[in-house]
């Protein structure tokens, strides 16, 4: 699985491949349905299969001050792609001089002089080009011009209605680790790095492993049953409280899981925490003494929670 850049030439390899086109940010069941069908398209013609995202995602370059709303890195993202079969990631990078291009030129200019693609899957209700004039059918009718074919697939649906990034978040920013969870067939989960923090967790006996949200969306503040996924295969059970620490001053927003039977130095790893229940709303306690109580508490209900789990 290789990752490729849009500012970049194409392999001779993957010339002709069908490429599954959109978004894909957390890779949810929907997705999965669009990645699906372009990889058995390109399977029964004997093509290559990519899949492209765009980076930034385009609300970063229309509103640069939204909140945080990613639910996977681009790293994450290609490991998704590889694991449903996917050959390649294309990333593309979205910049004004994308976002002004008409649909016509943008099927020219991009899918068919610079990729080279034979065919394209995207969903029913894909949009792309200058004011979103593009659409399956301008994909399907300017695209014939050149050769290319497209595929389109429609929403996937559960009891609830339409599965889609905005479902997820919702679920996420309601502490509905479960729900989110079916939507995206997987926990949704934070990667990063290790950081040095106060070191306060550790001189209470429970040491954490700090990690920066970073542009991830937030999910509900409070405490979390958690896995870690290590660098080499390794997961571990445990407790995480995602917010900004009230009964500490000064207030600082970080993820802090705290891995059971785990004593090793973990700074500078690249950590992904998985989120799998939510167990309580952040408080601020009266004391020291009452937070560490509760966190016992905390811990003894994740590890509960997570014993079938590992």
């Not at 989960?189 to 290790?194: N, T």
Request: aromatic share 8%.
């Amino acid at each position: 699985m290789i990752r490729l850049d849009n500012r970049l030439p194409v392999p001779d390899s993957l010339q002709g491949a069908i490429v599954a086109l959109g978004n894909f940010d957390g890779f949810h069941q929907g997705h999965q349905a669009v990645v699906g069908e372009a990889i058995r398209w390109a399977r029964s013609e004997g093509r290559p299969v990519i899949v492209a995202t765009f980076d930034p995602h385009p609300v970063r370059l229309f509103k640069p001050d939204a909140a945080p709303f990613r639910l996977t890195t681009l790293d994450q993202r290609q490991e998704l792609f590889g694991a449903a079969g996917a050959d390649a990631m294309l990333v593309l990078h979205f910049d004004r001089l994308m976002a002004s291009m008409t649909a016509e030129v943008w099927i020219e200019q991009v899918l068919v002089r610079q990729l080279g693609v034979a065919g394209v899957v995207t969903g029913e209700d894909f949009t792309f080009g200058k004011g979103r004039g593009g659409n399956p059918q301008v994909l399907g009718e300017v695209g014939a011009r050149f050769g290319m074919t497209n595929r389109t697939v429609a929403p996937v649906h559960d009891q609830f209605g339409t599965i889609s990034s905005s479902r997820v978040r919702e679920a996420l920013i309601a502490g509905d680790c479960e729900g989110a969870a079916r939507l995206l067939t997987r926990p949704f989960a934070v990667r990063g790095i290790v950081q040095h923090g106060n070191k306060f967790g550790r001189t209470m006996g429970f040491p954490t492993a700090n990690l920066d949200m970073a542009h991830y969306l937030r999910p509900h503040y409070g405490i979390y049953a958690v896995i870690g996924h290590f660098p080499d295969g390794r997961r571990f059970a445990g407790a995480a409280n995602l917010g900004i620490r009230p009964t500490i001053q000064p207030p600082k927003e970080l993820l802090e899981p705290h891995f059971f039977d785990v004593s090793e130095d973990m700074y500078g790893l690249q950590i992904e925490v998985a989120f799998h229940h939510f167990l309580r709303p952040e408080a601020k306690f009266a004391s020291i003494e009452e937070m560490m109580v509760q966190i016992g508490r905390d811990c003894e209900k994740a590890r509960e929670l997570l014993a079938s789990v590992l």
